[in-house]
């Protein structure tokens, strides 16, 4: 069973950072993908980045390119998402998730284990 946890996530103004972890469990963490999405009440899940299992590519949403920077650490078992000059509209809760596989997707499908979500709010 995998598990994931989400923290790192709090208040903050507009213009400000926070960076999220996602500590996972199990042996074969470096063998898969890993994402985050977010989402707000009344709206489906999105994505927002995803980092290979070697950490070699990166991939992000338009709205959060050149802002927000994905990571991980194979030897902590963990991910990272930074997160910089945060707008309001970032205000969501925010997941980890390991994908099925070593393909990195920008769908919620292609994701099999998902963090219990960390809430974010930017306030203007």
């Known amino acids: 069973q995998v598990q994931l946890v989400e923290s790192g996530g709090g208040s903050v103004q507009a213009g400000g950072s926070l960076k999220l972890s996602c500590a996972a469990s199990?042996?074969?963490?470096?063998?898969?993908?890993m994402g985050w999405f977010r989402q707000v009440p009344g709206k489906e899940r999105e994505f927002v980045a995803a980092?290979?299992?070697?950490?070699?590519?990166?991939y992000y949403a338009d709205s959060v390119k050149g802002r927000f920077i994905v990571s991980r650490d194979n030897a902590k078992n963990a991910v990272y998402l930074q997160m910089n000059s945060l707008k309001p509209e970032d205000t969501a809760v925010y997941y980890c998730?390991?994908?099925?596989?070593?393909?990195?997707?920008?769908?919620?499908?292609?994701?099999?284990?998902w963090g219990q979500g960390t809430q974010v709010t930017v306030s203007s």
């Open positions: 980092v290979s299992n070697l950490g070699y590519s990166t």
């Open positions: 199990g042996r074969t963490f470096s063998t898969y993908a």
């Open positions: 998730a390991r994908s099925v596989g070593v393909i990195v997707g920008r769908r919620v499908s292609e994701y099999d284990y």
